[in-house]
């Protein structure tokens, strides 16, 4: 339950809940313990709808503790009832409501609902729990929104660095991180350790893979494909990646570098010595012009002349375009 990290009004609620389920289940009727489930159903979209109401008063900070609680609370309801809804008196309660034909809770359901719940394959709680994930859901986008713009701010002398004239890495005694992007790299470091602190286990999960994609999506369009590297530049760009990004994310993940596949892939063409970059330029292309049977003709495939270089993610138009920012190859 630690990992839950719940606040202490949804462990309260939870608990006037089940000391409710408690008192019905004695019940001798069905059809008496089903009126007091209504009420429990009431009680949980009430409080569903008060949290909402809060949550929008936090709206403006979703790296806030409250709001962050709030998150919290969502989550530790929607997850007591998942397993709820795998209880035995509850599916009992379940094949009574189909049997009986309760109005009260088949009225609104479409039969297909209603032939999930006979089959025990939903549960009384769906439509609550649709509700409650779609909460968590709007409340994780805002926080990863703002989260996301954050970073953007503070990574913008990155996108603006000049990598076409950095010198190559034989020129410098030992790397070290580009100054520009100290500021990205404090960001994404502080937030994610405040997130780690304040969210439940599964959502903190959910918070930083969201901030990964969008990182590694940012990086790409912002940061690679709007500039051109000198062989100097595109060895610090790996660098930057990584020995310093993807290790951010390495204190909750074994391979964080899985997160980030377009920057990751883009760093290992953009890397490519001179020659194998002309080889693989001109097997793009003619790619492109010609449609042939590959192995007949006793070349590689363009796919797996890219996975043989650990490129997976990125299309054979993709490369070309990173091939192209290349300084080093001729004519660029």
Request: charge should be negative; aromatic fraction near 8%; proline fraction near 5%.
């Amino acid at each position: 339950m630690d990992e839950l990290k719940a606040p202490e009004c949804a462990e309260t609620f939870m608990t006037l809940l089940q000391v409710i389920t408690e008192r019905y289940r004695a019940l001798p009727s069905p059809s008496a313990q089903l009126r007091f489930f209504g009420l429990q159903k009431e009680l949980v979209d009430d409080f569903r709808i008060r949290l909402t109401q809060v949550m929008k008063e936090e709206s403006r900070c979703p790296l806030g503790t409250r709001y962050c609680a709030i998150l919290n609370a969502v989550n530790y309801i929607s997850t007591i009832l998942r397993d709820w809804g795998d209880n035995v008196f509850f599916l009992q309660l379940q094949q009574a409501v189909v049997s009986l034909g309760d109005q009260e809770v088949l009225g609104s359901l479409e039969m297909t609902e209603v032939g999930r719940l006979a089959s025990l394959e939903g549960s009384l709680f769906d439509g609550l729990l649709s509700l409650l994930d779609r909460l968590k859901g709007d409340m994780l986008g805002r926080l990863l929104h703002f989260l996301m713009r954050d970073t953007a701010e503070k990574a913008q002398p990155y996108c603006q660095e000049r990598w076409l004239s950095i010198p190559p890495p034989q020129d410098h005694s030992a790397m070290s991180l580009s100054s520009s992007a100290c500021p990205m790299m404090l960001c994404v470091r502080d937030r994610l350790l405040n997130l780690h602190q304040v969210l439940s286990v599964s959502l903190f999960q959910l918070a930083w893979q969201g901030l990964a994609e969008k990182l590694d999506n940012f990086i790409y369009q912002e940061v690679i494909l709007t500039n051109h590297f000198s062989d100097g530049g595109a060895a610090q760009l790996q660098f930057d990646m990584t020995r310093n990004l993807f290790p951010l994310f390495g204190h909750y993940c074994r391979r964080p570098e899985n997160f980030f596949k377009h920057v990751k892939e883009a760093c290992i063409i953009l890397c490519l010595k001179v020659g194998s970059a002309i080889l693989l330029k001109d097997l793009l292309k003619r790619s492109e012009l010609e449609t042939r049977d590959w192995e007949d003709a006793g070349d590689p495939s363009p796919e797996s002349a890219l996975n043989e270089l650990g490129v997976f993610c990125l299309a054979p138009c993709d490369v070309l375009i990173l091939l192209n920012l290349k300084a080093s190859l001729p004519g660029i």
